[in-house]
């Protein structure tokens, strides 16, 4: 009896550290793959130029592929050891199911019974946003009012058709959403006149106004703005030690930016006393190596190379581009913004 008891709990322990040998190597699934595979394979939508975009020479520009770029030097330290994959908001959790791609970016919030139901986790958010309206012009319209009884296609099912509907409600205007699959079906639909009418972000609008639009002048983006998006950098919800190194990888360029570092000043930034600008930049070793990485310094790298978190939104939505976006909720929190950067300790 004692023997079977002993051969009993023996059996039962083997289990018990299999199952804990598992729920360790699942955690840690992601950063494995990516240093097996020798790349980050970064998911966001390519089917306008508003986040990632070849050039004529084949070479990828973007705010989705500097952020690519920079996973890549933390994670690899190359930041050209990166992959950009087509990956709709739709399709993000099949492509993470099919591991078609690491992390996805520039993907907006889940409703609470997909969140409930999802194998996705948001990591950080990457990017705030205004959701906004692009119309197509009707003879002497001068506000929404005029469009009585048209359409706005939206996506199914989102934050963007609810925000929509009640933006409609609000402010008593004659329109109806039209729900679509996703933003190329809702672009489709736009173009073929199903709508006059589309929703979604200001900066996809702007990009689509410029890039897939003929006719520019045929259409307007109305000033008004139907509410806020964040744009979010999501990870399989498995992967925890990928999510928290994703966070705080974007904290650092965050952190970077609310310390006065740049890519002017990196190369000459030497004697700090502060615990977390030493942990940072990797004068302090132990940090980022407990967090997986080979290279502590990474960062001073990816500042010299990218910038901090303003020279990188700047350089990607700013006022010199074709977006022309002030920093509005995207500054600093002491500068009226929403980004508050932790402290690296």
Not at 38 to 60: E, H, M, N, P, Q
Not at 71 to 90: N, T
Not at 125 to 154: F, N, P
Request: some cysteine; overall charge negative; charged content about 25%.
């Amino acid at each position: 009896m004692v023997n079977k008891m002993k051969l009993n709990l023996f059996i039962f322990s083997i289990f018990l550290g299999l199952g804990i040998s598992s729920a360790s190597a699942d955690d840690n699934i992601g950063l494995r793959t990516i240093t097996q595979d020798g790349r980050v394979k970064c998911g966001t939508d390519i089917s306008s130029k508003t986040l990632a975009y070849k050039d004529a020479d084949g070479f990828w520009h973007g705010y989705a592929v500097d952020w690519c770029k920079i996973f890549a030097k933390a994670m690899l330290d190359r930041s050209d050891a990166f992959e950009m994959i087509d990956i709709s908001e739709e399709d993000m959790e099949s492509a993470f199911s099919m591991d078609k791609i690491d992390i996805m970016i520039g993907a907006g919030p889940i409703s609470a019974n997909k969140e409930y139901k999802s194998e996705t986790i948001a990591a950080n958010t990457i990017l705030y946003d205004y959701q906004s309206i692009m119309v197509r012009k009707i003879d002497g319209a001068k506000s929404l009012q005029d469009y009585k009884g048209e359409r706005v296609c939206a996506i199914a099912d989102s934050t963007e058709a609810s925000n929509m509907k009640k933006y409609i409600d609000t402010y008593n205007l004659d329109l109806s959403v039209l729900p679509l699959k996703d933003k190329k079906q809702a672009r489709e639909a736009f173009m073929l006149k199903r709508c006059n009418l589309i929703t979604g972000s200001k900066a996809y609008l702007i990009s689509m106004h410029q890039n897939n639009l003929g006719g520019k002048d045929t259409f307007q983006i109305i000033p008004e703005n139907v509410g806020v998006k964040q744009e979010y950098v999501y990870v399989k919800y498995a992967n925890n030690k990928l999510r928290v190194l994703t966070k705080w990888v974007i904290n650092s360029m965050q952190l970077a930016e609310e310390n006065d570092i740049n890519s002017q000043n990196i190369g000459i930034i030497i004697g700090i006393n502060d615990v977390s600008l030493k942990n940072l930049l990797g004068d302090n070793e132990a940090t980022w190596k407990s967090l997986g990485l080979n290279n502590p310094k990474w960062v001073r790298d990816a500042i010299g190379e990218f910038g901090n978190f303003g020279e990188i939104y700047d350089r990607n939505f700013g006022t010199e581009t074709i977006f022309k976006f002030e920093r509005g909720n995207n500054n600093l929190h002491d500068n009226g913004g929403l980004i508050i950067p932790h402290p690296f300790l």
